[in-house]
């Protein structure tokens, strides 16, 4: 995979106001992603160097669009003779030896009315990057070749800079995430939970771990399921666990490379399994006595008014298994089965 700067270049007139000397460079400009830079203007190089591009920093493999810019040059009342403009450039890792600049030639594209002024361009120059991750530095300037008297001679050289003050952009290139996850979600069926997740993308995936703990502390494996490898297009998964533990379960989602390299889904997932599903309250509504069926173990009962106040609290068991409420007034109450590891909520219906 290749990052690529596609650089399309387009020509921009700018009026000369100032009397020139012989003959040079007067004015240079390029365009990155919409963004307008001026290199040099009238003899100054602008203030530029160390912007960053716009957009950066970059996601492994996206396109840096340079899609304008031009080479002005003048020669001052036919006393000078300009041959030809050039844009060299450079590409390398922020902190390593800057490579030797490589030249992209200029063709001669119009001259500017009547003041002698000249404006290069070209277009379908391609600047090919690695795809290693990074900090980027490119490096600018124009160059022209010609001759400061009105001969025909190109035996001189006017340019911006070819050293510390070459006209710098920034920007960072990130490597692709291995996958991209759309959802992941679990949902309590019964004894059961089901549990899936989606992706958007997938680079080099083997497959996919879910694991679920009790205590966020120790962990098992509930089950793995085979990535698509590669894939440009959403997927979806689901796996049912089929063993899950009384009371609150905890899931985890990790997505694992070819290569053995793992990433986790950055939140974790929980499913609520009630202490016993088959119990039921009864008679409801009530005025004296409600029954709990369906008990299999120890558990308490607290009922609340609706504001969460605590009314009454009583334990039940498989035989015994009733809970008074005469004592309290007529009106909608929640009702609370709890044992070591989960919880039922009901709503109870007292009538006087």
Known sequence: MI???????????????????????????????????????????QGTNGSTISGSPFANAASIILNGGFNKTFKDGGAGNICSGVLAYRVYLVGSTPPAFTDINLPFVSNDGGNNNQTWGTTGANISLPNSTGDYRIDFFYRATGSNSNSSACNETFFQSNSSNNFTLLYSVQAPLPVIF????????????????????????????????????????VAQKEGAGNSKTGKNYSITDFNPQKGTNYYRLTQVDADGTRSMFPRLRSAVLEVNPDIVLYPNPSDEVVRLSGINEDANVTIMDMTGALKLEKKVTRNDNTVKISTLAAGTYVLRVQDETATKIMKIVVNK
């Open 3 to 45: 990052n690529k700067i596609y650089i399309t270049f387009l020509l921009f007139i700018t009026t000369v106001t100032a009397t020139m000397a012989a003959a040079g460079i007067f004015r240079t400009e390029i365009n990155i992603n919409n963004v307008n830079y001026v290199m040099y203007d009238n003899n100054t190089v």
């Open 182 to 221: 759309s959802s992941f979600n679990v949902v309590p069926e019964g004894q059961t939970v089901k549990i899936d997740w989606a992706t958007a993308q997938e680079i080099n995936n083997a497959y996919f771990e879910v694991d679920r703990s009790k205590d966020l502390q120790t962990w098992e494996n």
